[in-house]
């Protein structure tokens, strides 16, 4: 069965420091990533995915992300973080057929001036 | 825009009571979703459904039903509600292997 952890409960960031949010996954094929943000009070985005191709995938609001297959990592950065991003990321992983996706249990970020 | 609506974004239901939890989508999408969230646990499925009247039970369906009887249309029922119902409800789509669409979400207690 697939599965997804997110190692960090709770990240603090200073406005403007860099991030990376962790993502490990577990998925025999060749999975289907993606990262999802929710702000508070509100339903799931899409950031950004990855099915096949270039292992390193760019997402809305100036987030990318690597798949490497040998870490079973997929991993969420961004250079400069600004005030607006304080929510929960999520990662998921994707079978095929009806893509039925597995989510991890969330990543808090907090972002101080 | 892909549009997923759901028709409460709070709700307040008695111990026993039957409730219904509606969600809407406007983009032709042939797989619609409900999960759960909890604080600490994440998304957990309940159902999913491929195609008007078709269902399948997702991660955590004990307690719940659903009904999909027009494709943009697909609910979710707690035949008994329970405390242990309470939680934040989503609602999502997707057309093929792309990505879900969510709604809002729908804050239930049940007391």
């Known amino acids: 069965a697939q599965s997804v952890t997110q190692p960090d409960i709770h990240i603090t960031v200073s406005e403007g420091a860099s991030l990376e949010l962790r993502c490990n996954y577990s998925y025999g094929a060749t999975p289907y990533l993606f990262w999802y943000v929710q702000s508070p009070g509100q339903g799931l985005q899409l950031l950004l995915k990855y099915f096949s191709g270039d292992t390193l995938v760019q997402g809305i609001k100036g987030f990318e992300a690597e798949f490497k297959r040998s870490q079973s990592s997929f991993n969420l950065r961004k250079p400069s973080v600004h005030w607006s991003d304080a929510a929960e990321y999520f990662c998921?992983?994707?079978?095929?057929?009806?893509?039925?996706?597995?989510f991890g249990t969330g990543t808090k970020l907090q972002v101080i001036p | 825009d892909v549009k997923v609506t759901q028709s409460s974004r709070y709700l307040v239901k008695r111990t026993g009571e039957k409730v219904f939890l509606e969600c809407v989508q406007d983009?032709?999408?042939?797989?619609m979703f409900w999960y759960r969230q909890d604080p600490g646990l994440g998304l957990r499925l309940i159902y999913f459904?491929?195609?008007?009247?078709?269902?399948e039970k997702g991660d955590i369906p004990e307690g719940y039903s659903v009904s999909r009887e027009k494709k943009e249309r697909f609910s979710l029922i707690l035949e008994s509600a329970s405390t242990n119902q309470t939680s934040m409800y989503l609602c999502?789509?997707?057309?093929?292997?792309?990505?879900?669409?969510f709604g809002p979400g729908t804050r239930l207690t049940v007391l």
């Open positions: 983009m032709d999408h042939e797989n």
């Open positions: 999502a789509s997707s057309f093929g292997l792309n990505e879900q669409f």
């Open positions: 459904s491929y195609d008007v009247k078709m269902k």
């Open positions: 998921a992983v994707g079978s095929g057929g009806y893509q039925k996706v597995t």
